[in-house]
């Protein structure tokens, strides 16, 4: 784990990095053909996910941001795992980058009494897959998400986790 990764809230002016961060991870590396204009959420963090009991974290390394996860308040004690994006120098070998963002994540929807969590992902993010079901995230079929669930386009496969 590298020492020098923090992880903190968003605050205004990160979006300057985070937006090319995500968006050039998703169409870049994984070909998906999506622009910031298409991710509205991305232009109000505080208003989209920094209400009620979600949240929207970055992991710093040397002043850079490096890694985004959200997490939305859907009602009903359950919540949605988004914009989990780390910079490909920041993944695997031992930087820790994910698994800091991911307990971060899981200890605010503990301290906010938030029972479930589901995420949606696409079928190319192999990695995130292991990634998530290494961490406890069991697959589930999409008829199983909560009605308040946002299901995007691009989501092909469902996980949740019970806290």
Partial sequence: MRPDIKIRP???????????LIVGIQTEEFNIPITAADQP?????????????????VAESGGRIVGTVALLDIGGGKA??????????????????????????LSWAGEKD????????????????RFYEKNGFLEIDKTALPGTFPVMSVDTKFY????
């Fill in 41 to 57: 959420d991305l232009m109000d963090i505080p208003g989209f996910y920094q209400a009620n009991r979600g949240n929207f974290w």
């Fill in 10 to 20: 968003f605050a205004p002016g990160d979006e300057v990095e985070l937006i090319p």
């Fill in 160 to 163: 949740e986790i019970r806290i």
């Fill in 114 to 129: 938030l029972g479930r969590i589901f995420l949606g992902t696409t079928s190319k993010f192999l990695a995130a897959h």
């Fill in 80 to 105: 949605a795992l988004r914009k989990m994006f780390v910079d490909k120098g920041f993944r695997g070998n031992g930087t820790g980058t994910s698994g800091l963002l991911l307990r971060t994540l």
